[in-house]
């Protein structure tokens, strides 16, 4: 008998989900993509700049190639556990040169869709949000470690940035819960 462990709440982790990459769009391993808002199962680079843009559904296990019209290339996306990658890819989605590095976090970046940075975005200043993905293993393994983003703006921002969406909350710190 084998030696398993059954796993309350769905796959276990580390199990990819597949969607269809948004009409058009082309993206490698390694992309942190959100849903799209307005296509059910799909998804497209996400970029920290918008509450719309900033929940990561995951991280692209493979290339998203959509063709035009019917999508029939689906993208698996990983949302848990290590995901490893060649050193050449992570350095396409970071901008850094040898891959990842140890122990160090990664968050969703503020102004390139579909990459990520060392660097924190509540660090640059401005209405952006902080969306943590992951934590370096290795130089070609992350942890993916999904948090909800946080507002580094103001609460009178964050509503105007929401004001379509949803009512903003009512913190009176300058860093917020996004809604």
Do not use: C
């Not at 990819?16 to 993509?33: I, K, L």
């Amino acid at each position: 008998m084998a030696d398993t462990t059954p796993i309350a709440g769905g796959r276990p982790p580390s199990s990819p989900t597949s969607y269809n990459p948004v009409a058009g769009a082309s993206f490698p391993p390694g992309t942190p993509v959100r849903q799209d808002l307005a296509h059910d199962d799909t998804v497209l680079p996400a970029v920290a700049n918008s509450i719309e843009t900033t929940i990561v559904t995951g991280l692209a296990v493979s290339s998203g190639v959509a063709p035009w019209g019917q999508r029939t290339n689906r993208v698996l996306v990983q949302y848990i556990g290590p995901l490893t990658l060649t050193a050449d890819q992570w350095d396409e989605i970071t901008g850094d040169e040898g891959g990842l590095v140890r122990d160090v976090p990664y968050f969703l970046s503020a102004t390139v869709p579909g990459k990520l940075t060392r660097t924190a975005p509540y660090s640059s200043g401005g209405d952006t949000f902080d969306a943590p993905v992951g934590v370096g293993l290795s130089p070609t393994t992350l942890l993916i470690l999904l948090s909800f983003p946080s507002f580094n703006g103001s609460s009178s921002a964050l509503k105007a940035k929401s004001e379509a969406s949803s009512a903003a909350p009512t913190s009176s710190s300058d860093k917020t819960t996004a809604p």
